[in-house]
């Protein structure tokens, strides 16, 4: 079967974030989008640690300890960019003030809900972060993961198994096999990769799935 | 005469004891009060709250305050990290107590502590483990959950310049929770990288006003700029 790369994934999320959305990028394969935003494109990249216009990583031996980015990394700050302090970031997050959130899951339901933060193990040490914030407060939270797990079990399911990260809060969901939309109204499939029917599709994830019209991307 | 200058950062933090609760500033590393951690460390001041984002990192800080066994608690976001590894083991062995608070909660709990508001509703964490038990309610169509601020003793964070009447300046991300720490706490002890002449910071920029600071010590910048995480 086809599956996209992970560069894949990323240069198709690239592609629905418009001009001038404010954007913020979660910890992991998320991060992997910025490579992919095209440069005659303006989009503002927060960093929930303090920053709004983040650039790209600084060359070997220029990196400054004092400007990371979410995941501890050193990064640059752009031209026009600036600085805040942590509850002005969450401010941004939470009031509603970021157009899109990308963040990676472990699972997320046809409704939209989310789980990506613990895995609820006994003996975990549970950690959260901004995950929870990031979830609810953008207007719209974009989740990039694979469709299946190792074992070949769909992540995109009915209920959520694993401790929830927000309620009814995705949007839309970009995997290595196809691009959905979730919300209130169930799962609808926008786009499957070369070579994979809509039955087969179906018979992975087991949930019900509509045909959505393709989404064209801004 | 004003002077919020002390000598040393040993004599900023003589007064932290044992059973205090302390914020300290910092994401990571960056912005991490490293020097007035080692002065509490040498102080020997045990049984401690501590609230900051992380649980430690490395083998400094925070991190090496965990290791000495001075803390009974810590309030924070994301303890687990690849280097976190004294926390880890502390909280493996009941040694430590961890109260695990959404980023922006735990940014907004502080923030109302220091703007004395009694408590916040949040859209945040509604509906997961971490709202379990606490109280909720639905404003404007949308669910909340009621948390409570966070004060403490002391808040020892790092800035990059201050006056004798604790006005402060950071740098870049090292800035992070400082500000709202500052006004969160009874005792707000700053180290700075460097001490400026009243005047010497631009009135319309100062980004924490005076008022929320009781003590200002500096660090020499060679000693305290941070490493890699």
Redesign the interface.
Known sequence: MNRMTRDQMAARVARDIPEGAYVNLGIGLPTKVADYLPADREIFLQ?????LGMGPAPALGE??????NAG?Q?VT?LTGGC?????D??AM??GGHLDICVLGAFQVSVAGDLANW?TGEP?A?????????LA??AKQTFVMMDLLTKQGESKLVETCTY?????GCVSRVYTDLAVFDVGPGGAGVIEMVEGLGFGELQRLVGVPLARSTPAVAA | MIDKVVTDVEAAIADICDGASVMIGGFGTAGMPVELIDALIARAAGDLTIINNNAGNGEQGLAALIREGRVRKVICSFPRQSDSHHFDAAYRAGQIELELVPQGNLAARIQAAGAGLGAIYTPTGYGTLLAEGKETREINGEQHVLEYPIHADFALIKAHKGDRWGNLVYRKTARNFGPIMAMAAKTTIVQVGEIVPLGGLDPESVVTPGIFVQRVVRVAAALSVAHAA
């Open positions: 960093s929930e640690n303090g920053l990196e400054d300890w004092e400007l990371i501890k050193a700050l600085y805040f302090h942590h509850a970031s969450f997050m939470r613990h003996g040490i549970p950690a959260v972060g901004g995950a929870m914030d609810i407060g401790p929830l990260t927000g309620l």
